[in-house]
Structure formats: C-alpha cells, structure tokens
C-alpha cells in the first residue's frame, strides 16, 4: 500500500527509492539464501551500515536475523 501511495504521489521519486533498495540484500544466517530488499518488500534509501532485522528466510522458512547489507554503491558502476 505504500508502495503504491508513493509511486502515485511522487514517482521519480519512487524511481530512486527502488533502484537503491535493490541493492540493499537479505541474507539469511541460518541457509546463507539473499534476497534483494524489494524482492522482499521492503525499502531502504539513504541508509548506511550493515544491520540486522528479524525475519522469515524465503529459502528455509526459519524466523531468524536476517543481516541487510548493500551490496554495491548506487553509481559507482
């Protein structure tokens, strides 16, 4: 809902949340399965640091926490 709330309102905006938030990952610490944080259905923008959120690994189905991290810098390819 909220995804959409903002795309509808302001959707260049949304356009930047989502590209950072796919570099932004899941990892499960129990199976090591990632998962990009808009796969997921979450958003991270502007954020920094690896942190640590409980979850439910997509993989293994087991409640743990899942370490978010970003894989790689937005623009520096």
């Not at 905006?13 to 932004?24: C, I, L, N, Y």
């Not at 990892?27 to 920094?48: F, H, T």
Request: glycine share 8%.
């Amino acid at each position: 809902m909220l995804r959409t709330l903002i795309r509808t309102l302001f959707p260049a905006f949304m356009e930047r949340v989502e590209a950072e938030s796919k570099t932004w990952f899941m990892q499960c610490r129990k199976c090591g399965s990632e998962i990009s944080v808009w796969d997921y259905g979450g958003m991270r923008y502007r954020a920094l640091g690896t942190v640590y959120r409980l979850g439910r690994c997509r993989e293994c189905q087991k409640v743990s926490m899942l370490r978010v991290y970003q894989r790689s810098q937005p623009g520096s390819d």
